[in-house]
T-cell receptor, first 117, second 114 residues
Framework: DTGVSQNPRHKITKRGQNVTFRCDPISEHNRLYWYRQTLGQGPEFLTYFQNEAQLEKSRLLSDRFSAERPKGSFSTLEIQRTEQGDSAMYLC???????????????FGPGTRLTVL | AQTVTQSQPEMSVQEAETVTLSCTYDTSENNYYLFWYKQPPSRQMILVIRQEAYKQQNATENRFSVNFQKAAKSFSLKISDSQLGDTAMYFCANEVDSGYALNFGKGTSLLVTP
């Protein structure tokens, strides 16, 4: 295990369909983050887990979005009834807590690029 | 609302030269962390350098160093002896006040030319 992995790497779907992405963090990393990155922008925070608990959700995470991390290992991000505005790169990151808030280094995965037609 | 501003959408530098990328930020915290991340073309984002706000000394990692001006809320990245492999998008980030997530700027696209 050399890094954060995400699957699939690319997803093309039609508007209105549901999609699910998976993120496998670095083993022993108990913190996991989801971000969304649109073209020409920096990543925007969506949600954060510590172990299996979802501790933060951005206002960007509408009711159509749901994220889980059932056993504190891998995580899934589901988007229901996709819209064209959901087209973006979805990034996952993980970290191992060191001394407190802000000191973790977040390790990013390669992302899942979603295209909604 | 928190903002991280990178005023240079694109920059270019010749190999072996030095380049400085600018970043300003806003936060209501007194103690916080700042980060520079690099995203090479079609590759994943990696941490370049980070700075703890309560430390006076500017962080340095090999050819990468920062100029942290807390009062001005400025956090620039200096790349010395630029290499072709430094070509990438560079993102400045700070912590979201409420927790552990990061708040990113729009990025600066750096091109290193031979």
């Amino acid at each position: 295990d050399t890094g954060v992995s995400q699957n699939p790497r690319h997803k093309i779907t039609k508007r209105g369909q549901n999609v699910t992405f998976r993120c496998d963090p670095i083993s022993e990393h108990n913190r996991l983050y989801w971000y969304r990155q649109t073209l020409g922008q920096g990543p925007e925070f969506l949600t954060y887990f510590q172990n299996e608990a979802q501790l933060e959700k951005s206002r960007l995470l509408s009711d159509r979005f749901s994220a889980e991390r059932p056993k504190g290992s891998f995580s899934t991000l589901e988007i229901q009834r996709t819209e064209q505005g959901d087209s973006a790169m979805y990034l996952c990151a993980s970290s191992f807590p060191s001394q407190g808030r802000g000191t973790d280094t977040q390790y990013f995965g390669p992302g899942t690029r979603l295209t909604v037609l | 609302a928190q903002t991280v501003t990178q005023s240079q959408p694109e920059m270019s530098v010749q190999e072996a030269e030095t380049v400085t990328l600018s970043c300003t930020y806003d936060t209501s915290e007194n103690n916080y962390y700042l980060f520079w991340y690099k995203q090479p073309p079609s590759r994943q984002m990696i941490l370049v350098i980070r700075q703890e706000a309560y430390k006076q000394q500017n962080a340095t990692e090999n050819r990468f160093s920062v100029n942290f001006q807390k009062a001005a809320k400025s956090f620039s990245l200096k790349i010395s002896d630029s290499q072709l492999g430094d070509t990438a998008m560079y993102f400045c980030a700070n912590e979201v006040d409420s927790g552990y997530a990061l708040n990113f700027g729009k990025g600066t696209s750096l091109l290193v030319t031979p």
